[in-house]
Each structure stands twice: as C-alpha cells, then as structure tokens.
C-alpha cells in the first residue's frame, strides 16, 4: 500500500474541495492512488445526492449564455436548497456551465435530463454538490435564436428574460429596456394571435356574465365584452403593452418603440423565474 502522506491528503483537499478526513478515507480505501480517490469521491457523492434527491429546492438562480454575435442564446433555472448557496460562485458557475450546453445545442426546448446526464456536467454537478452539499435540480432550459438575442437577469438571480428581434436595435439600451420592461409586465404572448382561444373566449364569457349582473342592456353586452378583450390584450400581449420605461420613451407601446428603433419583431420571447 502506498504511504499516504499529509501532502498526498492535501493535494486531494485542494482538487476537490473536500473535508480533509473525507480525503484521506479515499485515499485509504484506494491504497494512495490519487486519481482512484477522486474518482471515489465522486461516486460516494454521487450516491449521496440521489439519496437526498426528495429534497425541497426552493431556491435558485437563473443563467444564461449568449453568443459573440448575440444570435444565439440560452437560458435555465438551476435549484437548490438555500439561498446562500444559489449565490456561491461554484453554483453559479454550474448553472452557466448548463446554459452553455444549452446553447451549444440545436433544440429550443431541450431535454433537462438529457442535459442533466451529459457526462462533463453530470461531473461538474457531483463535484459541486461533494463541495456544497444541497440538492439541486435542472428544473427548465430553453434555447433562443434570431437577429439579436436580448438579455436580463434581475439582480437577485431569480427572473431572467431573453427575446430575440428580427434586427440589431439602433441603440443597445432599447434591447436592454424591452428586457426589464418583459419581466415587470409579464406578458403572456409576443402578439393577439398567440393568445390561446379559450383564455380570450373565457375573458369574453365573464365580461359577459358581469355586465349582465350589472343590469346592462342586452344591446351593448356584446360590445361590452369586446372591450374587455381588447383591453385584456393590450394588458397581456407584449407588443401591444405600453412600455414601461415612458420615462425615456414616452407613452408608447412596445411595438412603437421597437419599430422606431429599426426592429419591427419580436421573434421569441422567454420569461423565467425560479420556482416559476
């Protein structure tokens, strides 16, 4: 068996991130070969983590990746257990690793597990959880591409937003804006047509059933309800909302912006948020 020495222990400290008793148990079990405890550490944690798996992992972070030409982006949710940790910089670097994988691939909407099991990350992923000791999740990924890919992570890590235009904006701010504007807005749908029916058919039918307990005409319930719809569409749809930076743009709506910037679509739209 080979001499397992306080610099062969510390070593393996240092590559792994692990307790320095955890290290020299591996390096025990495996007679002192280095990369045979690591790899033992690895599995141990492994086992571990599916243990733990039921779990709550309430918290998290959102990352994303975005390419040099801004045509190409992606956006996951990774959760954890505790808000301290969704903030460490090794899970932190866990979820950019997993938007970047995203991003390398050719689906919009890929398969988590299949990401989740790719053998780099799944790697990434044991170690990270040997060192931080939660349980985490790869909840949602989503790929984007276009024109121009927009991008904004709110400062606590839990919403991010990214939409694709169908041209480079006149000026970078306006790309920004429209970003933080989605995730104060909340908009359901890029525009009318992308509204599922039946939600448009269901604000209809209430709009009805509240001007008749109202004792309205029957003559005018029609256009009453009609009302209710448009006004229900310019309050969801993102390109018929006024914009919410009117402090810089104006009263207008998000399309009127847009297009004065030279972009007249939006292409794909993505609103994440942890737990969400």
Not at 104 to 133: C, N
Not at 145 to 162: E, F, L, P, S, W
Not at 225 to 244: C, D, F, I, N
Request: proline fraction near 4%; hydrophobic fraction near 45%; charge should be neutral.
């Amino acid at each position: 068996m080979a001499a397992i020495t306080a610099e062969l222990v510390k070593n393996l400290r240092e590559t792994t991130g692990l307790p320095m008793m955890e290290c020299k148990q591996a390096l025990s079990e495996n007679n002192g070969d280095f990369e045979a405890a690591k790899e033992w550490l690895r599995k141990k944690h492994k086992g571990k983590l599916e243990d733990r798996s039921d779990r709550a992992t309430g918290e998290g972070r959102i990352a994303f990746h975005l390419s040099p030409d801004r045509k190409v982006g992606a956006i996951i949710e990774l959760q954890c257990e505790t808000a301290p940790v969704a903030k460490n910089e090794l899970f932190v670097s866990l979820a950019n690793a997993f938007a970047a994988k995203t991003a390398a691939g050719s689906s919009p909407t890929p398969d988590v597990a299949a990401l989740r099991a790719d053998p780099a990350l799944d790697k990434m992923f044991v170690e990270t959880y040997g060192k931080l000791r939660e349980t985490m999740n790869l909840r949602q990924a989503r790929r984007v591409a276009g024109g121009c890919i927009a991008t904004y992570i709110h400062h606590d890590g839990k919403t991010g937003v990214m939409i694709a235009l169908n041209a480079v904006p006149s000026a970078d701010s306006v790309a920004a804006d429209l970003c933080m504007h989605a995730a104060f807005a909340k908009p359901i749908a890029i525009e009318k047509d992308a509204v599922p029916a039946a939600e448009v058919q269901k604000v209809r039918e209430l709009a009805k059933e509240a001007a008749l307990a109202e004792g309205k005409p029957a003559a005018i319930i029609e256009k009453i309800a009609e009302g209710r719809v448009a006004a229900y569409l310019k309050e969801k749809v993102l390109m018929e909302q006024e914009h919410a930076r009117a402090d810089v743009y104006g009263k207008k709506t998000v399309r009127d912006v847009l297009k004065e910037a030279g972009v007249t679509a939006v292409t794909d739209m993505v609103l994440m948020r942890v737990g969400g």
